[in-house]
């Protein structure tokens, strides 16, 4: 038997007695790597400082893209792999994510060795962004599976991973750079090297851990419950025809809002706090602010997610839509010029950041409950393009009033209402879409209902 | 159907502490230098300028 064999959905089928509970660690050593992706910000400044052999140096823009290709690349390969994904089984999915995530590093440290910026775009944006993707999926329908009595327990676990792999990959980047720098050696090429290695060691953990549930298993002493919200199916979507349903558009939507206000306030944390306080809030006080939000988005994964099992994955969004358009409403007005609370400020930034957080998380058990199980990864991969999209219109919204308002020679301050208003307004359109979701129609049902999800996807 | 073959085998508790360690050192580690960065918005926060007032007795 070959050792790729391995790595084949039938041999990773768990042996009778093996304890779920070894499930998420599998997934969160994947997402808790990948996670990294949102520390890249630490490289800029060091990247701005190289130069080439010629003298040549990398402007911010040029340096931007890479974090944009990885981002790109990742809701193009969780739409485009996720079918892919189901039939090969999650462990070849996560070894195959393992090894474009950490090779990505691996030919992006050659880029930084030599100044070759589209080695470092091919590096760490286009295959690194094909290991985020696939890595990104790949954990989310195993864990459905395992857990059908928790599935949002289960996908928030892994989630709030890939918010907790930032608060790993920022620090373990600015020591590994600094330990390099201090030994006289080439700082970014090394640190990259180190951390593609770091990490894909690390995946394999889970690699090697992963397993899916045999054939009819379920939680011991569970039953499926008889009486059931009616947006809880018992039936299966196949990804093809999931695309064709209105439910789909309007959960696109719902996470697309969702993330479009979230990144309002993430884009801008650290100027936003300075420019409302004006004289009171600090540089480092502001970054221990951005500090705050990760803490607070990380949690909220886990807990949003984990509260979605009780009380429902649509008054789940609905909580988030309508306590988050009035929180982004009456937010400016604990600036200095309203209500002048730091602390307060604080922390309604901090609910809002853990339903941005929230969203992410819920949104696989919100699928699973319209589509089923059958192909959940694949269509959560093709919904995350909403992802793509909202990190695109977040910062233009945000940059573009600001830029309105420095070209008009208004004070920054005076543009954060009007932001946080849209964010607001944007919220309330997503309350709506959300509100429009209906079970999915008996005519998208698939007609051969498969015995057991696990292996229907052969 | 199960196959008879692979026998049931219950994983143990230790292996499960284990897999669990392994993911939370790091994340672990990740929340305590995310922690003292936070920490900091509230060491480097300036009081506001008191309004000047006239010594009043």
Known sequence: ?458 | MADPARTEKKSSIALIAVAWLVVSLPLAWGIYNTGLNAAKLFTHLHQPAPAATTPNH
Not at chain 1, 11 to 33: I, T
Not at chain 1, 59 to 68: A, D, H, V
Not at chain 1, 373 to 389: C, D, E, K, M, Q
Request: with cysteine.
């Open chain 1, 1 to 458: 038997m070959s050792a790729a064999s391995f790595l084949d959905r039938s041999r990773s089928v768990a042996r009778p007695g093996f304890n779920r509970w070894l499930v998420p660690p599998a997934a969160l050593a994947v997402h808790l790597s990948i996670g990294q992706a949102y520390a890249f910000s630490v490289f800029k400044n060091p990247l701005l400082a190289l130069h080439g052999a010629d003298g040549a140096v990398w402007n911010l823009k040029e340096i931007g893209y890479i974090f944009s290709i990885a981002i790109a690349m990742l809701g193009l390969s969780a739409a485009l792999f996720g079918k892919w994904l189901e039939t090969a089984g999650p462990r070849k999915a996560m070894f195959i994510s393992a090894c474009c995530f950490g090779l990505g590093f691996e030919i992006a440290a050659a880029g930084a060795s030599t100044h070759q910026l589209w080695l470092i775009y091919l590096g760490y944006g286009v295959v690194g962004g094909v290991g985020l993707g696939l890595g990104y999926i790949s954990p989310v329908s195993t864990l459905i599976k395992w857990f059908p009595d928790r599935p949002g327990l289960a996908t928030g676990l892994a989630i709030m991973g890939f918010g907790g792999g930032a608060m790993i990959g920022s620090p373990l980047g600015t020591k590994l750079m600094a330990f390099y720098k201090a030994g006289g050696h080439p700082a970014i090429p090394l640190t990259w090297i180190t951390m593609g290695a770091l990490y894909f060691i690390f995946m394999m953990f889970g690699v090697f851990t992963i397993r899916v549930p045999a054939e009819g298993w379920k939680p011991e002493g569970w039953t499926k419950p008889e009486h059931q919200s009616a947006l809880i199916t018992s039936h299966n979507v196949d990804v093809n025809t999931a695309v064709k349903t209105p439910q789909f558009y309007f959960l696109w939507l719902v996470l697309a809002l969702n993330v479009t206000a979230g990144i309002g306030i993430l884009e801008q944390a650290s100027p936003m706090i300075q420019d409302l306080f004006h004289g009171q809030v600090s540089p480092a006080a502001a970054a221990g602010f951005v500090g705050v939000l990760s803490l607070f988005n990380m949690a909220g994964r886990f807990i949003w997610a984990s509260c979605s099992d009780f009380i429902g994955r649509k008054p789940t969004y609905m909580i988030f839509f309508a306590l988050g358009a009035v929180l982004y409403f009456f937010l400016p007005l604990t600036g200095t010029s309203h209500l002048d609370s730091v602390v307060l400020f604080v922390l309604v930034a901090g609910v809002t950041i853990s339903m941005y957080g929230g969203g992410f998380a819920t949104i696989p058990a919100y699928l699973r409950d319209m589509y089923g199980p059958y192909n959940v990864s694949a269509i959560h991969g093709r919904l995350l393009t909403a992802w793509s999209v909202a990190g695109i219109a977040g910062p233009l919204i945000v940059n573009g009033i600001l830029d309105h308002y420095v070209a008009q020679h208004l004070p920054r301050e005076q543009a954060y209402p009007l932001i946080l208003h849209i964010m607001s307004g944007l919220l309330v359109v997503g309350f709506i879409a959300n509100l429009m979701v209906r079970p999915v129609a008996e005519r998208f049902w698939m007609k051969e209902q498969p015995t057991d999800a696990v292996t229907a996807a052969h």
